[in-house]
């Protein structure tokens, strides 16, 4: 670190609050009601952040980000860093191999990660919090947008790969899995993919940015089962709304997803359903015949 506050013994509590954009009365908060992260003092009894400490803080604060309770989300985070937890020892695999734009390792840390774990596990508790950290390694600049793009692209051959080795779809009517009118991630909903081949359940991945028209098209051109859309920036959440809202009268059965809709509030009057915030818990939901 090249904080001028951190000398030999690590980041001040002052330090870590600027740099992670969390006051410090909630640092002291998390510390000392979860245990997140349990920090050492200086001989004069200040807190000092080690970078380990600081890795754990920033991932506590963007599952609170995500709407998690704070307790829960300091579960998550002590599972995350648990040398002990092989999806933590997985995660960590993944991201050296990233930081050295390697990747074969990275495939292999995944087929790895889906061996031990089954893949609804590998996706939710490898994958994901992985690339939410090099999504905020580019953010803060520790590593360039081409690691992210890299990985990106990587990992999204993956998961073409396990879905292009899953069983023949049983036949019937598809689930249609879509992004919001204005968003453009697509890994969650290609790995919700993977998971339905793996249930033998027809789906078509209508990709990024899909326009309220096409959906409503889409819906009928196919005579979908079910429609799945996905938004994660609240600023994207009004057009997702209103496409969901074109949708519920086509009568097909709708479900959403994503970081727009994680508070309760805001899934206040959006018609469907909300399927959570873990890909293998969406696929049980839609692999229920009852839901669609």
Excluded: K
Excluded at 53 to 62: F, G, K, N, V
Excluded at 112 to 126: I, S
Excluded at 159 to 182: K, M, T, W, Y
Excluded at 209 to 227: D, E, F, H, I, M
Aim: aromatic fraction near 4%; charge should be positive.
């Amino acid at each position: 670190m090249d904080d001028a506050s951190r000398g030999d013994e690590g980041l001040s509590i002052q330090a870590v609050s600027e740099r992670l954009g969390v006051p410090a009365p909630t640092l002291r908060s998390w510390e000392r009601r979860y245990g997140v992260p349990d920090t050492p003092r200086s001989p004069g009894g200040h807190r000092r952040y080690s970078a380990e400490a600081l890795h754990q803080l920033r991932l506590m604060r963007d599952e609170v980000a995500l709407g998690r309770r704070a307790a829960d989300a300091a579960r998550a985070v002590r599972e995350m860093v648990d040398p002990t937890n092989s999806a933590a020892v997985r995660i960590s695999e993944f991201l050296s191999a990233s930081e050295a734009m390697d990747p074969e390792a990275l495939r292999a840390v995944l087929d790895l990660a889906r061996e031990e774990l089954g893949l609804g596990a590998a996706l939710d508790d490898v994958l994901m919090p992985a690339l939410r950290q090099v999504g905020h390694w580019w953010q803060t600049g520790r590593c360039d947008v081409g690691v992210e793009h890299l990985t990106t692209e990587v990992v999204r051959g993956w998961i073409s790969r396990v879905g292009a080795f899953a069983p023949r779809p049983d036949s019937g009517r598809p689930v249609l899995l879509a992004c919001g009118p204005r968003d453009q991630h697509t890994v969650g909903l290609e790995g919700l993919a993977a998971l339905l081949a793996e249930q033998r359940r027809p789906c078509r991945v209508l990709g990024a940015r899909t326009p309220q028209n096409t959906l409503v098209t889409a819906v009928s051109a196919t005579g979908a089962a079910a429609l799945v859309l996905v938004s994660h920036l609240p600023t994207h959440r009004r057009v997702s709304v209103e496409a969901l809202r074109a949708l519920a009268q086509t009568r097909c059965p709708t479900f959403y997803a994503g970081n727009a809709f994680v508070f309760p509030a805001a899934r206040r009057g959006v018609p469907g359903t909300y399927l959570g915030e873990t890909l293998s818990g969406a696929a049980a939901i839609l692999g229920n015949p009852q839901a669609t």
